[in-house]
């Protein structure tokens, strides 16, 4: 079965400052990989999909990047602001199913 | 906009209750999903279903079931709720059939069992 890996648990980092976002998975054979946002009490709000043939997806300060020989992906955010502060998770998609991982709790501190 | 809506935010219910936790979605998707989320476990599928009247299971189906009416309509139904039923429930929809669309997500339900 599927198992997504999210390190670190929470993050805190400064205003302004560039940062990474790591998520591995043990199988490689999947469809796509999908980065979310979740704030405090809230529901999910979809960030990026990568799909399985692609390497990398750019919206605003954010990129990803999926390498699927190795079952990793980064969520890259430049020039972090507080309004970025939230919990941030990644998903891999089998046939019919997402799995996952536990998140990263990130703070933006002004 | 997808609006994925669901009918509480907050939830209590007493042990042994019928619980029902109703998702709407007004974009005509195909597919729906009910997952809980729990600290420390992440989000888990409970059931998905990709037409009307049609169902499967996902990783943690025991002791829940759904019904899927109308297009726009999924319903989580536990049928005698339990303690360790307490939960965040995210209801979420995707256009096409399979996994390999966006989700679209709803606000949550926070459901309480005393």
């Known amino acids: 079965k599927q198992e997504v890996t999210q390190i670190p648990a929470a993050l805190s980092v400064p205003e302004g400052e560039n940062l990474v976002l790591n998520c591995s998975f043990t199988?490689?054979?999947?469809?796509?990989l999908q980065w979310f946002r979740q704030d405090p009490g809230k529901g999910l709000t979809s960030l990026l999909l990568?799909?399985?043939?692609?390497r990398e997806q750019t919206s605003g300060r954010l990129n990803a990047s999926l390498d699927k020989s190795s079952g990793r992906s980064t969520l890259y955010i430049a020039a972090s602001q507080p309004g970025d502060s939230a919990t941030y998770l990644c998903?891999?998609?089998?046939?019919?199913?997402?799995?996952f991982g536990t998140g990263t709790r990130l703070t933006v501190i002004p | 906009d997808v609006k994925v809506t669901q009918s509480s935010r907050y939830l209590v219910k007493r042990t042994g209750e019928k619980v029902f936790l109703e998702c709407v979605q007004d974009?005509?998707?195909?597919?729906m999903f009910w997952y809980r989320q729990d600290p420390g476990l992440g989000l888990r599928l409970i059931y998905f279903s990709y037409d009307v009247k049609m169902k499967e299971k996902g990783d943690i189906p025991e002791g829940y079931s759904v019904s899927r009416e109308k297009k726009e309509r999924f319903s989580l139904i536990l049928e005698s709720a339990s303690t360790n039923q307490t939960s965040m429930y995210l209801c979420?929809?995707?256009?096409?059939?399979?996994?390999?669309?966006?989700?679209?997500f709803g606000p949550g339900t926070r459901l309480t069992v005393l």
């Open positions: 998903a891999v998609a089998g046939a019919n199913n997402l799995f």
């Open positions: 974009m005509d998707h195909e597919n």
């Open positions: 990568i799909q399985s043939s692609q």
């Open positions: 199988d490689s054979a999947i469809y796509n």
């Open positions: 979420a929809s995707s256009l096409v059939a399979g996994s390999t669309d966006t989700q679209y």
